[in-house]
């Protein structure tokens, strides 16, 4: 959350400095919604990236998505089981742990008062535009 | 699945040189990432029939240079590492694979290892103080130059002559609360780093 604070007061005056704001608030967002994409039963990382695809517009790097898993893990958030598949290789499916589940709501309760607060400041904007 | 010989041979060369690069993480945890991202190439690439060098290679492309994506896992691992346990041995640990894999990394631990140094030195001077109360202790020395020179000594050796000790007994509530946080603002510093490092790289 401290991301995406940070982002708000960045400066935003040219086209470019908007793109990199953009860019910065994805990222600041790119944890919880790879929790929130498991919230619903345990997915593989191709599902996750697939998952973020459709239900978001946010375009992620699948470089990017692999290691935060695995941090996620270290941090006993997810725990993963091997599956074995019909295309003959074994998939890894990650599942939220009882303390994923905990910070998750604790992060989507923190993202919807922070997303209504800014709503509301951004009511005249949209109006005026 | 079928899979071509060029095809098979792209994905295998990739993974070893992440291999290459993962190395210093526990053995167990590169093996399952090769295992994994072995699986998430086969099954981009067999999205639309059977694999072949050109969907390898562009599965291959959407992930990055290996190089960048071993970087990626190890600033991650030394970021849940610190939160997990805040031990100087293992963030040292996990700086010295980021220094191997760029130059960030190494400048990194260059100002980490000066910045813990110099804390265990102070903290060391604290606790041999009641030791060696003659000569421990941070003593300005002059030099034929006329210039001065500041020295952290230990006291195993006699005292520097023409030079005076500047703190005395307070040499021991400062070098124990300077050391320690020296010592705990370098961790900070470092992990601002691994995070400003992420933050750089990750997304398009």
Redesign the interface.
């Given at each position: 959350m401290y991301?995406i604070v940070s982002c708000v007061n960045a400066p935003s005056t040219q086209n470019d400095s908007a793109e990199k704001w953009e860019?910065?608030l994805?990222?600041g967002c790119?944890e919880l919604a790879v929790l929130a994409a498991l919230w619903s039963g345990s997915l593989?990382?191709?599902e996750i990236l697939r998952r973020l695809e459709s239900d978001s517009d946010l375009?992620?790097?699948?470089?990017?998505v692999?290691?935060?898993l695995?941090?996620l893990k270290?941090?006993g958030l997810l725990r993963s089981e091997?599956v074995e598949?019909d295309?003959?290789?074994?998939?890894?499916y990650y599942v939220l742990t009882p303390a994923g589940k905990k910070r998750t709501a604790e992060m989507a309760a923190v993202w919807e008062r922070f997303s209504s607060s800014m709503s509301k400041l951004l009511a005249p904007v949209s109006k005026g535009r | 699945m079928n899979i071509a010989n060029d095809a098979q041979q792209k994905i295998e060369a990739y993974l070893t040189r992440l291999r290459r690069n993962l190395r210093g993480l526990r053995a167990a945890e590169v093996d399952e990432i090769i295992v994994e991202l072995r699986s998430h190439i086969l099954d981009k690439a067999s999205a639309e029939g059977e694999p072949n060098a050109a969907s390898v290679d562009a599965a291959l492309r959407r992930l990055g240079s290996a190089e960048e994506l071993a970087a990626a896992y190890i600033t991650e691992s030394i970021l849940a590492q610190a939160e997990v346990s805040r031990s100087p041995w293992r963030i040292l640990g996990s700086l010295f694979r980021w220094a191997t894999l760029s130059v960030s990394g190494f400048a990194v631990l260059v100002a980490c290892i000066v910045g813990y140094s110099l804390g265990a030195a102070l903290f060391l001077c604290a606790i041999l103080k009641p030791l060696h109360p003659q000569t421990a202790g941070l003593w300005v020395i002059p030099s034929n130059t006329g210039d001065w020179g500041l020295s952290l000594r230990m006291g195993f050796a006699s005292a520097p002559a023409n030079g005076h000790e500047l703190l005395g007994w307070w040499m021991i509530p400062a070098g124990l609360i300077l050391g320690t946080g020296l010592v705990l603002l370098t961790t900070r510093f470092v992990l601002w780093c691994a995070r400003k490092y992420r933050q750089s790289r990750a997304l398009p």
């Open positions: 991301c860019v910065q994805r990222k790119l593989y990382g191709l375009v992620v790097s699948e470089g990017t692999y290691p935060l695995s941090r270290t941090l091997w598949s295309a003959g290789h074994p998939r890894k | -």
